[in-house]
């Protein structure tokens, strides 16, 4: 490496952006400007907020066959001051009005709430018709609404007991959406409460009880962590969530612009064809992304301290911040190579873009996907002696948190500097070797696929398509209650997302069904190896679901929900071997191993589109804990399908192993995970199966060979 | 003897998403002389750019070899492209830089020896009549401006080598004819000068050899009077259509 040059050309970089002018006003001024300009903003809400309450007249009205005494015990209670300030809203102006419909007035604005007070016998014959109701709608399949006392609005500040037959009920009716509707029947409630607790004690007294129950015994907390430990827990876990988000933000601009925008402009076969080496310019491409984003983040963190330090934005009471320098040494010599990985992933980011555009398309996937384990922190159970150690970022979130409640476990600190580091060098490494991609220079906008469209056309767009297929496929299963049971899920996504998708790409690039689906049959030795594989595929997934579970661990009781919707009951053997093997085996196959797989095949070299392909199909497994197996199988299947050349083995594993499981799970057989000589033997077994498959291969058609330049 | 340009089996094979294997170059031989004008004439995708890129270390070859002043193309990247100044209608400016602030990064990344750099920047500044917006930044030139800049940014580092990629795509009439001049300039002063076109007329005016360049292949090189006489044609035009024709008519019976 030329290091003149380098530093040459990164202040020729930064020069380059600070010239930007209209870059430098959105990522630098408008930040400065906007979150102090944000804090007033809150900070003005706030106390014209509180200044509306304390000038509002809280009108209300009272009905109900006892509405006498809900008057009585409003009177009592407001007599009654509240004991240490109430429950922090203090006292508000309240007017009771006389309506003859308040409904309706609630619904005109004309009051904030009113309270309805029902007699035992009401409120009894009231529950006994909730319950038929609950009752009904869950007959009809669906979730009752919460239903009793203070249900319908939120949790009381005091417990709620349950109601004795017979009791009378005071209903509050309010409008959530109204915030002054919310705030007084808030205040009514309290105030309701404060009365009973009143009458509670008055009626002890009366029965020769000498005191208040509550003050039987003394209850007091002390909280051994200082002010700074407390803020310290609270921060150490958003700290880096919040710097990978500055930083990322910050240095996307210095990417997008020294690489995508110069590709955009043609500067940047200028530069290639000069003296520099492409190592150099991409350190120094680097070095400029990394000091951009360093200087953004230190640029709005001190103006965030600045804020708290002269009270313009006060931290809140019993918080306070001490950080030691040793604390700060740490944390820098963690956060350095997070910067430096992130401004790598920037550069990569950047330079797999043709233009500005395509760049800022590939922005926010990027950033979610360094932002993800970022919050890992965030997690109870994951701790720095565990396998998270060695996952990039995570690795970080985890040890700054340790870091900040000033636990230094120094030789696991050590091993995530060491990670972080090397993991920052191989992505410098990729960013450099992807600078020296050819593609930078021969990319043109249109090409001749453009043009003709069709299925030349397809290869270019199938990534596109499966981005629109998750989307759908998100939304639909995770949005959409109607498709929450067993049944319309499985139609939704494996007839309409995953058949249904496949056949509108096969239309839309008149693609032909058997080469797209690779509809051929393999060599009959295949069949074999494909059918010993099941078990064996089977212990291996379990092996790697174990393996991700210990850097992510999987609550229990998560699995037990995934199994018990998984599995729904009274379903017959037969017909939950069509739900969970056949639909899935053949739909996702076409989908996965037929058309992505078509279009992916001359992309990358084969056992890179194994993977993505493989990951792709990962993702449509909405459940963080299952994408690890679930990927792991869709390498395998994806890798059969270019070995095979067909889609019917990968078909017919896919459905043994879903059977299987299925199977296992119904006659509660268990292999012992435990033990690891099973995992071994499983290993053995599937390494055979695919060599076996290897031996009797008939290659994918159409598949990239490795490109070798030819030297002089 | 030694060429200041030598290539020799020149191929390029790259891979595309939707078209598969595509054969750009398939294997291409010219020399060029110190202090002459070569000319590579081509149709829109005969393979001119793919192999001045591959020539200019931008593009590796899939085959053969060049040398570009004794320098391998595939081994001495670094030493070739200091060797060379590449002008192309694709390689554009820093917008945000002066003309004066181009012409110097080229010359310093060029590793121009760096107490000459003023000297050289100032010198041709004046030899091409940069001066009056010289401290202009480039977005704000016109084309004819820009194009003055991108020469002076070509020769910043005074290269032995100087590669035109279809330099007057884009160009009115009078920017073009003066690109010309310059570039019998540079012949007059013994620069080696690569010059790829479509236009016949520039090719028949500026080059001292022309190599006529149809589907990856040279089909014909030579002086413009030794390919009227091989060819039988006159106009440049008319050879050039004789060779591409021939060359069909030839894969055609294949």
Same mark, same amino acid.
């Given at each position: 490496m030329n290091w003149r040059i380098i530093r040459y050309l990164t202040g020729h970089e930064l020069r380059m952006l600070v010239r930007d002018r209209r870059s430098m006003m959105l990522s630098v001024v408008l930040p400065l400007v906007l979150i102090p300009l944000m804090f007033y903003v809150m900070k003005f809400i706030n106390e014209g907020q509180r200044q509306r309450v304390v000038d509002t007249v809280f009108r209300y009205a009272v009905t +109900?066959?006892?509405?006498?005494?809900?008057?009585?015990?409003?009177?009592?209670?407001?007599?009654?001051?509240?004991?240490?300030?109430?429950s922090g809203t203090g006292e508000v102006k309240l007017e009771e009005v006389d309506l003859g419909d308040p409904a309706a007035s609630l619904q005109r604005q004309e009051?904030?709430?009113?309270?309805? @007070?029902?007699?035992? #016998? !009401? #409120?009894?014959?009231?529950?006994?018709?909730?319950?038929?109701e609950a009752e009904k709608k869950l007959r009809a399949g669906r979730k009752p609404a919460a239903t009793?006392?203070?249900? !319908? +609005?939120?949790?009381?500040?005091?417990?709620?007991?349950?109601?004795?037959?017979?009791?009378? &009920?005071?209903?509050?009716?309010?409008?959530?959406?109204?915030?002054?509707?919310?705030?007084?029947?808030?205040?009514?409630?309290?105030?309701?409460?404060?009365?009973?607790?009143?009458?509670?004690?008055?009626?002890?007294?009366?029965?020769?009880?000498?005191?208040?129950?509550?003050?039987?015994?003394?209850?007091?907390?002390?909280?051994?962590?200082?002010?700074?430990?407390?803020? +310290?827990?609270?921060?150490?876990?958003? &700290?880096?969530?919040?710097?990978?988000?500055?930083?990322?933000?910050?240095?996307?601009?210095?990417?997008?612009?020294?690489?995508?925008?110069?590709?955009?402009?043609?500067? &940047?076969?200028?530069?290639?064809?000069?003296?520099?080496?492409?190592?150099?310019? @991409?350190a120094a491409k680097q070095l400029a992304i990394l000091a951009m984003a360093l200087t953004i983040t230190v640029v709005q963190v001190s103006e965030i301290v600045v804020l708290v330090t002269f009270k313009v934005?006060?931290?809140?009471?019993?918080?306070?911040?001490?950080?030691?320098?040793?604390?700060? @040494?740490?944390?820098?010599?963690?956060?350095?190579?997070?910067?430096?990985?992130?401004s790598a992933v920037l550069l990569l980011v950047s330079a797999r873009a043709k233009s500005y555009k395509e760049a800022n398309l590939y922005f926010l996937p990027a950033l979610v996907a360094c932002l993800a384990p970022a919050f890992v922190a965030l997690l109870q159970g994951v701790r720095l002696r565990s396998a998270a150690a060695l996952v990039p970022v995570a690795?970080?979130?985890?040890?700054?948190?340790?870091?900040?409640?000033?636990?230094?476990?120094?030789?696991?600190? @050590?091993?995530?500097?060491?990670?972080?580091?090397?993991?920052?060098?191989?992505?410098?490494?990729?960013?450099?070797? !992807?600078l020296s991609d050819e593609r930078l220079v021969m990319a043109g906008g249109l090409d001749a696929a453009d043009l003709s469209g069709g299925a030349a056309l397809f290869p270019k767009r199938v990534l596109r398509w499966y981005l629109l297929l998750w989307v759908v496929f998100f939304?639909?299963?995770?949005?959409?209650?109607?498709?929450?049971?067993?049944?319309?899920? &499985?139609?939704?996504?494996?007839?309409?997302?995953?058949?249904?998708?496949?056949?509108?790409?096969?239309?839309?690039?008149?693609?032909?069904?058997?080469?797209?689906?690779?509809?051929?049959?393999?060599?009959?030795?295949?069949?074999?190896?494909?059918?010993?594989?099941?078990?064996?595929?089977?212990?291996?997934?379990t092996g790697v679901f174990r393996l991700a579970s210990l850097v992510f661990p999987v609550p229990t009781q998560l699995l037990e929900q995934f199994s018990g919707e998984l599995v729904p009951q009274g379903v017959p053997f037969w017909q939950m071997l069509v739900f969970i093997a056949v639909l899935p085996g053949v739909c996702e196959e076409l989908a996965f191993r037929g058309t992505l797989l078509y279009g992916l095949r001359r992309r990358f070299h084969p056992a890179l589109v194994a993977v993505v392909a493989g990951v792709i199909f990962g993702l449509f497994h909405v459940d963080y804990f299952r994408i690890a197996q679930t990927s792991f199988l869709g390498v395998v299947l994806a890798g059969i399908a270019l070995l095979t050349g067909s889609i019917f083995p990968g078909m017919l594993l896919h459905i043994g192993n879903n059977a299987l499981a299925h199977l296992m799970d119904v006659k509660g057989w268990e292999f012992d995970q435990g033990d690891w000589r099973v995992y071994a033997a499983g290993t053995a077994v599937f390494a055979l199966c695919l060599l076996a498959i290897y031996r009797n291969r008939t290659p994918y058609p159409g598949l990239r060979a490795r490109q070798r330049p030819v030297k002089p | 003897m030694s060429w200041p340009v030598e290539v020799k089996e020149f191929a390029k094979t790259f891979y595309d998403e939707a078209r598969g294997e595509v054969h750009a170059v398939k294997g291409v031989d010219f020399e060029c002389r110190a202090g002459e004008v070569f000319g590579l004439l081509g149709a829109n995708g005969a393979g001119k750019t793919t192999t001045l890129r591959m020539l200019s270390t931008v593009l590796r070859p899939t085959g053969g070899s060049a040398r570009v002043c004794g320098h391998d193309v595939v081994e001495e990247g670094e030493a070739v492209r200091r060797s060379l100044g590449f002008y192309s209608a694709s390689t554009a400016l820093y917008p945000r830089l002066t003309a004066r602030e181009t012409v110097e990064f080229f010359a310093r990344i060029n590793q121009y020896p760096s107490e000459r750099v003023h000297e050289r920047v100032e010198y041709l500044i004046d030899r091409l009549g940069i001066r009056p917006y010289a401290d202009a930044r480039v977005d704000k030139l016109s084309s004819g401006m820009k194009?003055?800049?991108?020469?002076?940014?070509?020769?910043?580092?005074?290269?032995?080598?100087?590669?035109?990629?279809?330099?007057?795509?884009?160009?009115?009439?009078?920017?073009?004819l003066e690109l010309q001049e310059v570039i019998r300039e540079f012949r007059a002063q013994g620069k080696t000068v690569i010059f790829s076109t479509h236009i016949m007329s520039e090719a028949e005016k500026l080059c001292d050899r022309i190599a006529i360049l149809h589907d990856g292949r040279i089909h014909a090189s030579g002086t413009l009077e030794e390919l009227r006489a091989y060819s039988g044609a006159h106009y440049l035009e008319d050879i050039f259509v004789h060779y591409v024709t021939a060359a069909q008519d030839g894969e055609g019976g294949e």
């Open positions: +109900g066959s006892e509405a006498g005494s809900v008057r009585a015990l409003i009177a009592e209670a407001r007599k009654v001051r509240p004991a240490g300030g109430g009051i904030h709430f009113y309270i309805e @007070a029902l007699s035992g #016998a !009401q #409120a009894d014959a009231l529950e006994r018709e909730r319950k038929a009793g006392d203070g249900a !319908q +609005g939120e949790k009381p500040a005091i417990p709620v007991p349950v109601r004795l037959a017979g009791v009378p &009920l005071v209903q509050i009716y309010y409008h959530g959406d109204r915030n002054l509707s919310q705030v007084g029947a808030d205040h009514m409630r309290d105030l309701l409460w404060r009365g009973v607790l009143g009458r509670k004690n008055a009626l002890l007294e009366e029965h020769g009880f000498p005191y208040d129950p509550a003050s039987a015994i003394s209850v007091e907390d002390r909280n051994l962590a200082s002010p700074a430990q407390t803020t +310290g827990a609270l921060i150490g876990k958003l &700290l880096t969530p919040l710097l990978v988000m500055l930083i990322f933000t910050g240095g996307s601009i210095a990417a997008i612009d020294s690489v995508a925008g110069e590709k955009e402009r043609g500067s &940047l076969e200028t530069l290639l064809t000069t003296a520099v080496k492409r190592t150099d310019v @991409a934005f006060p931290l809140p009471e019993g918080m306070g911040i001490d950080v030691t320098p040793v604390t700060a @040494a740490t944390m820098l010599s963690l956060f350095i190579p997070l910067a430096a990985f992130l690795n970080v979130s985890v040890a700054v948190r340790d870091v900040m409640v000033g636990k230094f476990d120094w030789p696991l600190l @050590a091993v995530v500097f060491l990670t972080m580091a090397a993991v920052a060098a191989w992505t410098a490494r990729v960013s450099a070797r !992807q939304v639909g299963v995770v949005n959409v209650p109607q498709l929450s049971s067993f049944r319309a899920q &499985l139609v939704f996504v494996q007839l309409g997302v995953f058949l249904g998708g496949s056949l509108l790409m096969m239309r839309r690039y008149r693609l032909d069904v058997r080469e797209a689906w690779a509809l051929r049959l393999p060599k009959a030795s295949v069949w074999p190896a494909t059918l010993l594989m099941i078990p064996a595929a089977h212990v291996v997934a | 194009q003055k800049v991108s020469i002076a940014r070509t020769v910043a580092h005074d290269p032995p080598l100087l590669i035109f990629d279809e330099p007057t795509v884009g160009l009115d009439v009078l920017n073009a």
